[in-house]
């Protein structure tokens, strides 16, 4: 079961860049990374989802690291309606899936 | 293409009450996952769902059940409730086991007074 790292709590201004870590270094070869947020007391979207390579959609860019053991979810022009929870899994294969605490993204004005 | 749908939205019960909720999937989508978000524990995963069989199970009492029926939509039911299960539940559904590829509901928001 690979165990994701988050910090809590991040800012990061309207406009620029927010590049949220996710630390998962006991990730096994086949197990992909996702990306979910998570606005006050709506339901998780799913943001992005990548296994190896670089992934981007039209919601955000996911780097992953060579070794695989983290990985960055980089949303280019923040705005206030990203101000949410982001939760960083990565699921074993056909096993539950864990959410962790995720980190709490505020964008300000 | 209509998301998932969990009714109902809002429910207050009483202790010791039992409550059903229910869960209406993507069309196509046979998985169908369970989760209790309380503002101290975060998203608890709670039981899956896959073609009418659980195929994975979270820590939850025997208070706690679920089924899938065959048009792949799902119910919880919750027995003897306690002011501790009042909570948002999410329902998320997925194509197959999707590693975490999921589409949530709304959730039902349930309080127990």
């Known amino acids: 079961d690979a165990k994701t790292t988050q910090p809590p709590s991040m800012d990061c201004a309207e406009g620029r860049a927010a590049n949220l870590p996710c630390n998962h270094s006991?990730?096994?070869?086949?197990?992909?990374v996702y990306w979910y947020r998570q606005i006050h007391s709506q339901g998780p979207q799913y943001i992005i989802h990548?296994?190896?390579n670089n992934e981007t959609n039209e919601m955000a860019s996911l780097i992953i690291t060579e070794d695989r053991k983290s990985s960055t979810l980089i949303l280019p022009h923040a705005t206030l309606r990203d101000t949410a929870v982001y939760y960083c899994?990565?699921?074993?294969?056909?096993?539950?899936?864990?959410f962790g605490p995720g980190t709490s993204l505020s964008v300000i004005p | 293409k209509a998301g998932v749908t969990q009714t109902p939205r809002y429910l207050i019960k009483t202790r010791g009450q039992q409550v059903t909720l229910s869960c209406s999937p993507i069309?196509?989508?046979?998985?169908v996952s369970w989760y209790q978000q309380t503002p101290g524990q975060g998203l608890q995963f709670l039981f899956e769902?896959?073609?009418?069989?659980?195929?994975n199970k979270g820590n939850f009492p025997g208070r706690f059940s679920g089924r899938q029926f065959s048009n792949s939509r799902s119910e919880m039911n919750v027995s003897t409730l306690e002011l501790g299960d009042s909570a948002l539940y999410l329902c998320?559904?997925?194509?197959?086991?999707?590693?975490?590829?999921?589409?949530f509901g709304s959730g039902t928001r349930l309080t127990v007074v």
């Open positions: 069309s196509g989508h046979r998985s």
């Open positions: 899994i990565a699921p074993p294969h056909r096993d539950k899936v864990i």
């Open positions: 006991t990730i096994s070869g086949n197990e992909y």
């Open positions: 998320a559904s997925s194509l197959d086991w999707s590693g975490g590829g999921y589409t």
């Open positions: 990548g296994l190896k």
């Open positions: 769902y896959f073609s009418e069989t659980q195929r």
